[in-house]
């Protein structure tokens, strides 16, 4: 079946970075891979008999917060239920979860698309509290379990079915990692399963159409497994269609590296899992000095901060995609800001050789090998033009490389002297000329590729002080004389 339309929903599972686990008062350490196993972990996580949980305030305050960076509606109260099913890894034979009265309902979220030339909104049908499982590990027929991930806090946030392609999932996905990472909500490392994504597909021939039955893809850690995997489950499912085949609501997993899904178990449903409120916990009243602390909250938005980038200040999606990287370096581009730089130097500075840097040493802005200080130096000689932009990349590779401050090394390399006169770089131009008879000829038989050997050389002559485009229509003329 071709051109069929495409239906997606997503469950959004963010471990939030809290100080401890969501009902008990054992660490919430993120990096769990580095930990002695079953290390923090007590009665209540590990599921002892007559061990009681009690909600964390902060989980709680986390979970309000994700609420007003996104606009949300909370009940008042919201209330915990039971999800009852037994794998090894839950040893209370159920999950503490919020089904029918969860804290954060209803509310729109909007994101860009094609290059951030398209604004959309999904609609959220609740962001729930909840405990994650323990983790477990196979070593050849061996189970073990590592209790100091039970009981950590999870917000899960549940879309409706708006979104009609594999990239506008990405993309969504993408603006909650960026809210959660830039408010300090969630580490939101899907590397490290502190994000992860289920995904719901669902195909229909006509918009008319009812949906047809849906097939959940279960716990996808990275933006690039999220398109594969909704992209393999529509083909298959328009397969399946097309040989009129049944598709069974189903449970699958994904395998990225093999690039299919495999069935995990019949879908089942809220009658299956018999949920029923959770009896040792109390309804959950939200107080007026929480409501209030969570108000007089600044918060981040990063769709406010692209759209501001977008429209005021006329970026391209190279600049955009470089400020919101990493938040640090919003945060230091924003400072600039402040300081009176004007929009576009700094962005094309950041893009140029500070981000070629980032990517290449895998380091923060805040971890250059210059500080803050030098950063700010080299700003303000690029703001007031006083050597040409050629000569300021010079000036930033060598403080990425020597650590030494722009203007030691624009007096190291005479940058600073004054500018060559059109007379003398016509001489240049000729030297560089005569010493070079054999690319001379390649130019004249055809290959004006080589103007490039030409230009590079003069620059070099001339320290870096003359116009390309100068010195170009300067050898142009020359090289015919």
């Given at each position: 079946m071709a051109n069929s339309l495409v239906t997606v929903w997503l469950e959004i599972h963010l471990k939030l970075s809290t100080t401890t686990k969501i009902f008990c008062r054992c660490k919430n350490d993120q990096s769990l891979d580095n930990n002695e196993p079953n290390t923090n972990i007590c009665p209540v996580c590990t599921g002892q008999p007559w061990a009681l949980p009690q909600l964390s305030e902060e989980v709680v305050e986390k979970g309000m917060l994700i609420w007003k960076a996104l606009?949300?509606?909370?009940?008042?109260?919201?209330?915990f239920d039971r999800k009852s099913y037994f794998y090894p890894d839950l040893p209370m034979g159920y999950?503490?979860?919020?089904?029918?009265?969860?804290?954060?309902?209803?509310?729109?979220?909007?994101?860009?698309?094609?290059?951030y030339e398209k604004e959309r909104k999904v609609r959220i049908l609740d962001a729930h509290l909840e405990c994650d499982t323990a983790k477990a590990l196979h070593q050849w027929e061996t189970m073990y379990l590592d209790f100091n991930r039970a009981w950590t806090p999870l917000i899960e946030i549940v879309t409706w079915p708006d979104f009609c392609s594999s990239d506008e999932a990405v993309e969504f996905a993408k603006e909650i990692q960026?809210?959660?990472?830039?408010?300090?909500?969630?580490?939101?490392?899907?590397?490290?399963?502190?994000?992860?994504?289920?995904?719901?597909?669902?195909?229909?021939?006509?918009?008319?159409?009812?949906?047809?039955?849906?097939?959940?893809?279960?716990?996808?850690?990275?933006?690039?497994?999220?398109?594969?995997?909704?992209?393999?489950?529509?083909?298959?499912?328009?397969?399946?269609?097309?040989?009129?085949?049944?598709?069974?609501?189903?449970?699958r997993r994904w395998d990225d590296l093999k690039g299919q899904s495999f069935v995990m178990r019949s879908k089942e449903d809220a009658l299956d899992y018999r949920y029923f409120p959770e009896p040792d916990l109390p309804e959950l009243y939200l107080s007026d000095e929480l409501i209030e602390k969570v108000k007089a909250r600044s918060l981040t938005?990063?769709?406010?901060?692209?759209?501001?980038?977008?429209?005021?200040?006329?970026?391209?999606?190279?600049?955009?995609?470089?400020?919101?990287?990493?938040?640090?370096?919003?945060?230091?581009?924003?400072?600039?800001?402040?300081?009176?730089?004007?929009?576009?130097?700094?962005?094309?500075?950041?893009?140029?050789?500070?981000?070629?840097?980032?990517?290449?040493?895998?380091?923060?802005?805040?971890?250059?090998?210059?500080?803050?200080?030098?950063?700010?130096?080299?700003?303000e000689i690029a703001k007031e033009w006083k050597i040409i932009d050629n000569q300021m990349k010079i000036v930033m590779e060598e403080m990425l490389a020597t650590w030494a401050s722009a203007s030691d090394i624009i007096k190291e390399k005479w940058f600073d002297a004054p500018a060559i006169s059109a007379d003398d770089l016509r001489g240049v131009c000729k030297s560089v000329i005569a010493e070079n008879p054999a690319i001379v000829d390649q130019y004249k038989w055809g290959k004006t590729s080589t103007i490039g050997f030409f230009v590079w050389q003069v620059m070099k002559k001339t320290q870096w002080k003359a116009n390309p485009k100068e010195i170009t229509g300067i050898l142009t003329q020359e090289l015919w004389n």
């Amino acid at each position: 079946m071709a051109n069929s339309l495409v239906t997606v929903w997503l469950e959004i599972h963010l471990k939030l970075s809290t100080t401890t686990k969501i009902f008990c008062r054992c660490k919430n350490d993120q990096s769990l891979d580095n930990n002695e196993p079953n290390t923090n972990i007590c009665p209540v996580c590990t599921g002892q008999p007559w061990a009681l949980p009690q909600l964390s305030e902060e989980v709680v305050e986390k979970g309000m917060l994700i609420w007003k960076a996104l606009n949300c509606k909370w009940n008042n109260p919201s209330r915990f239920d039971r999800k009852s099913y037994f794998y090894p890894d839950l040893p209370m034979g159920y999950q503490i979860t919020q089904l029918y009265t969860p804290i954060n309902v209803n509310w729109e979220v909007p994101f860009f698309m094609d290059n951030y030339e398209k604004e959309r909104k999904v609609r959220i049908l609740d962001a729930h509290l909840e405990c994650d499982t323990a983790k477990a590990l196979h070593q050849w027929e061996t189970m073990y379990l590592d209790f100091n991930r039970a009981w950590t806090p999870l917000i899960e946030i549940v879309t409706w079915p708006d979104f009609c392609s594999s990239d506008e999932a990405v993309e969504f996905a993408k603006e909650i990692q960026r809210i959660a990472k830039w408010n300090d909500l969630s580490d939101a490392d899907m590397e490290k399963w502190q994000m992860r994504v289920d995904v719901n597909v669902s195909i229909r021939k006509n918009e008319s159409d009812p949906l047809w039955t849906r097939v959940e893809l279960k716990n996808i850690n990275s933006f690039s497994a999220i398109k594969r995997a909704i992209d393999a489950e529509v083909l298959r499912q328009e397969q399946a269609q097309a040989a009129w085949e049944e598709i069974l609501q189903q449970t699958r997993r994904w395998d990225d590296l093999k690039g299919q899904s495999f069935v995990m178990r019949s879908k089942e449903d809220a009658l299956d899992y018999r949920y029923f409120p959770e009896p040792d916990l109390p309804e959950l009243y939200l107080s007026d000095e929480l409501i209030e602390k969570v108000k007089a909250r600044s918060l981040t938005i990063p769709f406010d901060h692209i759209r501001k980038m977008k429209n005021e200040y006329g970026f391209n999606k190279e600049y955009i995609n470089t400020l919101i990287w990493d938040y640090t370096t919003l945060v230091f581009f924003n400072k600039l800001l402040e300081k009176g730089f004007e929009a576009k130097l700094i962005a094309k500075w950041i893009a140029w050789q500070i981000s070629a840097y980032m990517t290449a040493h895998f380091v923060p802005i805040t971890e250059l090998p210059v500080d803050e200080e030098q950063l700010i130096e080299f700003f303000e000689i690029a703001k007031e033009w006083k050597i040409i932009d050629n000569q300021m990349k010079i000036v930033m590779e060598e403080m990425l490389a020597t650590w030494a401050s722009a203007s030691d090394i624009i007096k190291e390399k005479w940058f600073d002297a004054p500018a060559i006169s059109a007379d003398d770089l016509r001489g240049v131009c000729k030297s560089v000329i005569a010493e070079n008879p054999a690319i001379v000829d390649q130019y004249k038989w055809g290959k004006t590729s080589t103007i490039g050997f030409f230009v590079w050389q003069v620059m070099k002559k001339t320290q870096w002080k003359a116009n390309p485009k100068e010195i170009t229509g300067i050898l142009t003329q020359e090289l015919w004389n």
